[in-house]
């Protein structure tokens, strides 16, 4: 529990850092060119932010699975909030997936042959953690449980296409 908690005011500090971009963001890559100089710093970057959506994902997930109490308002409020930062963490994801870079690496190197599809899984997976901070906003629990069905089916689709 302790430990949940700390993941809990972690994603409330970084709502207060990036909700403002996560909802201005397009559901897209960044056109931008390549923003980092060194490759490794690339692979780096792309793998800590997976980590950190793996990591709250599962902050959710204990929620989904009644570990963590959804009662109060103050309960459901940090929630939200976490679901907020997963919103913002997800519209970024698609960082660091610019040059190919599969290589020691736990990414395919079909995910630069099929870009599109790629990045089809990278949408699909914004618009769910937008959707799952939506329900998290209604304080229900069904829907917040329903919503997360469908968000985290949204890594597995893209993970067995595309991570090895
Ligand atoms: C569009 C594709 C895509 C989506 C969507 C996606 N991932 Fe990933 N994920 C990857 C790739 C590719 C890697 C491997 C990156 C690397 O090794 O550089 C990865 C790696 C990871 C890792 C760390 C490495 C490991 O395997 O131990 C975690 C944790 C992770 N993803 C969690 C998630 C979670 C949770 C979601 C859904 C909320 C998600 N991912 C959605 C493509 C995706």
Known sequence: MKKELTKFMAGVCL??????????????????????????????????????????????????KKKFPYETDEQ???????????AALASQASIGFERELSAGTKASPDIWKKKPEFM?????????????HTAAGTGNYDKLKAAFGDYAATCKACHKAFKE
């Open 15 to 64: 709502v207060g850092m990036m909700s403002p971009m996560a909802f201005a963001a397009p559901a897209q890559a960044p056109s931008s060119p390549v923003m980092f100089e060194k490759e490794s710093d690339e692979v780096e970057y792309r793998e800590h932010l997976m980590d950190l959506i793996g990591n709250y994902t599962g902050a959710i997930g204990a929620v989904v």
């Open 76 to 86: 459901k409020k940090k929630v939200e909030e976490v679901t907020a930062a997963i």
């Open 120 to 132: 089809q899984k990278m949408n699909d997976m914004v618009t769910q953690a937008r959707n799952l």
